[in-house]
């Protein structure tokens, strides 16, 4: 597609349940990454993804959290037993070889754990 | 520990007049670093950027200035304009840019009409 797209756009869950958040990159980008952003902060960074490898996770909050993507494609963030404190907007952005200034960033989903 | 600092919150100007907003870093690893503007439920979108071996890059409206010795950098937009109203966040990079971003907080730019 023409731009980072992410789904759902919002998501109110109740403490304790699982979500996935899913991201679709621009087509080509080998490079997938997960910000977060949780109210008054800045964008705190999760994961990274080179093709569908993970060479940098040191990000990921807690074992609650994973992700997966599928060769350089669709990339899921799952947040198992989700907490009041997970509620942000999870940013997906992709870059074409892993390149930090070619970030495209997607809208985001807004999560809130209630 | 926050790698880069954007002391500032928010920025009230004037249309016409010149915004700066400020960000520094501590880590000396970083050698590339971009600005970010955002809009309300819309995610970031790619502004500048300047490598360190530069003190000063220039597109349009926006200058952004680099003192590696104060470790700091500053967004300069003349003339502001109420479009320009946003988020501003200051990102950093090491490796040319083929680390991962470091962001600031973010500063929210107000420009009045």
């Known amino acids: 597609g023409a731009g980072v797209s992410q789904s759902p756009s919002n998501k109110v869950t109740e403490k304790g349940k699982d979500v996935e958040l899913r991201c679709d990159p621009i087509?080509?980008?080998?490079?997938l990454y997960w910000y977060r952003q949780r109210l008054g902060q800045g964008l705190e960074f999760l994961i990274y993804?080179?093709?569908?490898?993970?060479?940098?996770k040191s990000g990921l909050p807690s074992d609650r959290f994973s992700a997966e993507r599928t060769g350089e494609s669709v990339s899921t963030l799952t947040i198992q037993r989700t907490q009041q404190e997970d509620s942000a907007v999870y940013l997906c952005?992709?870059?074409?070889?892993?390149?930090?200034?070619?970030?495209?960033f997607g809208s985001g989903t807004r999560l809130t754990v209630v | 520990d926050q790698q880069v600092k954007q002391n500032s919150p928010s920025l009230s100007v004037q249309e016409g007049r010149i915004s700066i907003l400020n960000c520094d870093y501590t880590?000396?690893?970083?050698?590339?670093f971009l600005w970010y503007k955002k809009y309300p439920a819309e995610g970031p979108t790619f502004l500048i950027s300047?490598?360190?071996?530069?003190d000063k890059n220039e597109d349009g409206r926006f200058t952004v200035f680099l003192n590696k010795s104060a470790k700091h950098l500053s967004l300069h937009i003349v003339p502001s304009q109420p479009g320009d109203s946003a988020v501003y966040f200051c990102?950093?990079?090491?490796?040319?840019?083929?680390?991962?971003?470091?962001f600031g907080k973010g500063t929210k730019l107000t420009v009045n009409p």
């Open positions: 087509s080509g980008h080998t490079a």
């Open positions: 990102a950093a990079s090491a490796q040319g840019g083929s680390e991962k971003l470091v």
């Open positions: 993804f080179q093709g569908n490898s993970a060479p940098d």
């Open positions: 952005a992709s870059s074409p070889l892993g390149s930090g200034y070619g970030y495209t």
């Open positions: 300047i490598s360190s071996i530069k």
């Open positions: 880590n000396s690893m970083f050698d590339y």
